[in-house]
């Protein structure tokens, strides 16, 4: 085998298995008909990569994720080259080898499954998506996961950690005809493929395959294969209150700027919705901050409820437009924020 490539793909490759697994595992790479291969398995998650790029010998190998964190110190191109049982990464400086045991490695190859349902997402769609809602995740090692509804007229994206909810619903969403969930661990990786990708391909389709054991995800030159999340998905929709006629409407940046300067006393704030103008209270001992963001909406009443401020500023950086609205029933209630196709819920809290 003897292929060349940008290191940058080498490095997006050896970033997305390593999150998948351990650092001593290994890649099956491939080179075939100007594209080389990249296959990689552990447990019930698998994931392969497929390049572009000029290839000179056709041929199968192994690269180790532990010696491949040699490549952070590369740059540009690099060659592949060996056989089955030896792989040379090289550079105009830098060479290194790994010995295997042809014997020794587990055939690594995407597993067969029957899949129940085929569907297929616009790109633009599926990336705005998970972009929109991959905050309400909570922190790194929950067991949250992303819903997905589809309908014939529309896509819903939807994440909750207990604190938080975001929706995104591109169309609308009347009775599903297809759901899915996918694990919190695989969503890094799907944020983090080449921006560059959804411009060429932004009239392009992911192809979604699932069943009740496993779910194939592939767009463009990148497939992933992982177990279908067992828990079930919250009630999102007991507490999603319908759009209310009555609302404050803020500019989503001057909220955000003035907002920031509240972290550094207090993340947990106590904040009102007043006639004409959002008001948050920042209290830590003796030192106080309160910002004032005026909306071009008024309310009858006022009503003030604890809230986490980190929340807070995750649901207003993903709004899609220049203005949201929010609503709160009472103190006791979520703080709706939404705008365009975007709803957002932030828990109250008790201060």
Same mark, same amino acid.
């Given at each position: 085998?003897?292929a060349?490539?940008?290191?940058?793909?080498?490095k997006e490759i050896k970033?997305?298995? #390593?999150?998948?697994g351990?650092s001593?595992?290994?890649?099956k790479?491939?080179?075939?008909d100007?594209k080389? #291969?990249?296959?990689?398995?552990?447990?019930? /998650?698998?994931?392969?990569?497929?390049?572009?790029?000029p290839?000179r010998e056709?041929?199968d190998?192994?690269l180790?994720l532990s010696?491949?964190k040699?490549?952070s110190t590369?740059?540009?191109?690099?060659?592949?080259?060996?056989?089955?049982?030896n792989?040379?990464?090289s550079?105009?400086?830098i060479s290194?080898?790994?010995?295997? %045991?042809?014997s020794e $490695?587990?055939e690594?190859?995407?597993?067969?499954? /029957?899949?129940?349902?085929e569907i297929?997402i616009p790109i633009?769609?599926?990336s705005?998506g998970?972009?929109? $809602?991959? *905050?309400?995740?909570?922190d790194?090692g929950?067991?949250?996961? =992303?819903l997905?509804n589809?309908?014939?007229?529309?896509?819903?994206?939807?994440? +909750?950690?207990g *604190?938080?909810?975001?929706?995104?619903?591109?169309?609308?969403?009347t009775?599903?005809?297809a759901?899915?969930?996918?694990p919190?661990?695989?969503?890094p990786?799907?944020?983090?493929v080449d921006e560059d990708l959804?411009?060429?391909?932004s009239? !392009?389709e992911?192809?979604?395959?699932?069943s %009740?054991?496993?779910?194939?995800? =592939?767009?463009g030159?990148h497939?992933f294969?992982?177990? +279908?999340?067992?828990?079930?998905?919250?009630?999102?929709k007991a507490i999603l209150?319908p759009?209310?006629k009555? /609302?404050?409407?803020?500019? =989503?940046?001057? @909220?955000?700027?003035?907002?920031?300067?509240?972290?550094? =006393?207090?993340v947990?704030v106590? &904040?009102?919705?007043q006639?004409?103008?959002?008001? $948050?209270?920042? @209290?830590?001992?003796p030192?106080? &901050?309160?910002? !004032?963001?005026p909306?071009?909406k008024?309310?009858s009443?006022?009503?003030?409820?604890?809230?986490?401020?980190?929340?807070?500023?995750?649901?207003?950086s993903?709004i899609p437009?220049?203005t949201?609205?929010? #609503?709160i029933?009472?103190?006791?209630?979520?703080? *709706?924020?939404y705008?365009?196709?975007a709803?957002f819920l $932030?828990?109250p809290l008790?201060?």
């Amino acid at each position: 085998m003897n292929a060349s490539l940008p290191i940058s793909v080498l490095k997006e490759i050896k970033f997305n298995c #390593t999150r998948l697994g351990k650092s001593d595992q290994v890649i099956k790479v491939s080179a075939a008909d100007s594209k080389m #291969t990249f296959q990689f398995k552990t447990g019930q /998650y698998f994931y392969k990569r497929e390049v572009s790029c000029p290839v000179r010998e056709i041929g199968d190998s192994f690269l180790s994720l532990s010696r491949a964190k040699q490549i952070s110190t590369l740059s540009g191109t690099v060659i592949l080259e060996g056989d089955l049982t030896n792989l040379t990464l090289s550079d105009e400086d830098i060479s290194f080898r790994e010995d295997w %045991d042809p014997s020794e $490695v587990k055939e690594i190859q995407e597993p067969s499954e /029957y899949w129940d349902n085929e569907i297929t997402i616009p790109i633009p769609i599926f990336s705005k998506g998970l972009q929109t $809602v991959a *905050h309400a995740l909570g922190d790194e090692g929950t067991l949250e996961n =992303v819903l997905v509804n589809i309908s014939d007229d529309g896509f819903e994206f939807v994440t +909750t950690d207990g *604190h938080q909810c975001a929706i995104y619903l591109e169309g609308t969403i009347t009775e599903p005809v297809a759901s899915f969930k996918i694990p919190r661990k695989l969503i890094p990786l799907l944020l983090t493929v080449d921006e560059d990708l959804f411009d060429w391909m932004s009239d !392009q389709e992911v192809n979604i395959k699932f069943s %009740d054991f496993k779910i194939r995800i =592939v767009w463009g030159e990148h497939t992933f294969v992982f177990p +279908t999340p067992k828990f079930p998905f919250p009630p999102y929709k007991a507490i999603l209150p319908p759009r209310q006629k009555e /609302y404050l409407e803020i500019d =989503v940046q001057n @909220a955000i700027d003035k907002l920031k300067k509240l972290s550094s =006393v207090n993340v947990q704030v106590r &904040a009102t919705l007043q006639q004409d103008v959002f008001e $948050v209270l920042a @209290a830590e001992g003796p030192t106080k &901050a309160k910002v !004032q963001i005026p909306s071009t909406k008024t309310l009858s009443n006022s009503v003030s409820f604890g809230i986490n401020l980190k929340f807070l500023l995750a649901a207003l950086s993903q709004i899609p437009d220049r203005t949201c609205r929010l #609503t709160i029933a009472n103190s006791y209630s979520p703080l *709706h924020i939404y705008s365009g196709e975007a709803d957002f819920l $932030v828990m109250p809290l008790r201060l």
